[in-house]
């Protein structure tokens, strides 16, 4: 494998991780909007705590996805989490 192939390897590896981040931040909203339509204490409690889970693993990823391309640039998830409606 060349280097340039090894590069667009990564590329590739790395948009498809930001991708998943992105699925996950998505079902992040979904959990923490049930939690605040559930009228169990206890279940509002675990999904929020499900959600917060779910946010850090995508996070998680997106630093991963950052690291194999060498990206300084801030996570994609930062951004897309501040525009979440706060709980």
């Given at each position: 494998?060349?280097?340039?192939?090894?590069?667009?390897?990564?590329?590739?590896?790395?948009?498809a991780?930001?991708?998943?981040?992105?699925?996950?931040?998505?079902?992040?909203?979904?959990?923490?909007?049930?939690?605040?339509?559930?009228?169990?204490?206890r279940?509002?409690?675990?999904?929020?705590?499900?959600?917060?889970?779910?946010?850090?693993?995508?996070?998680?990823?997106?630093?991963?996805a950052d690291?194999?391309?060498?990206?300084?640039?801030?996570?994609?998830?930062?951004?897309?989490?501040?525009?979440?409606?706060?709980?």
């Amino acid at each position: 494998m060349t280097s340039q192939e090894g590069t667009f390897s990564r590329e590739r590896t790395a948009a498809a991780m930001h991708g998943t981040a992105e699925q996950l931040e998505v079902a992040e909203d979904i959990l923490h909007r049930s939690a605040e339509e559930s009228p169990d204490p206890r279940t509002t409690t675990r999904l929020h705590a499900l959600g917060d889970e779910v946010t850090a693993q995508a996070h998680a990823i997106d630093q991963r996805a950052d690291l194999l391309t060498g990206s300084d640039a801030e996570p994609r998830s930062d951004a897309s989490r501040n525009a979440t409606v706060a709980r």
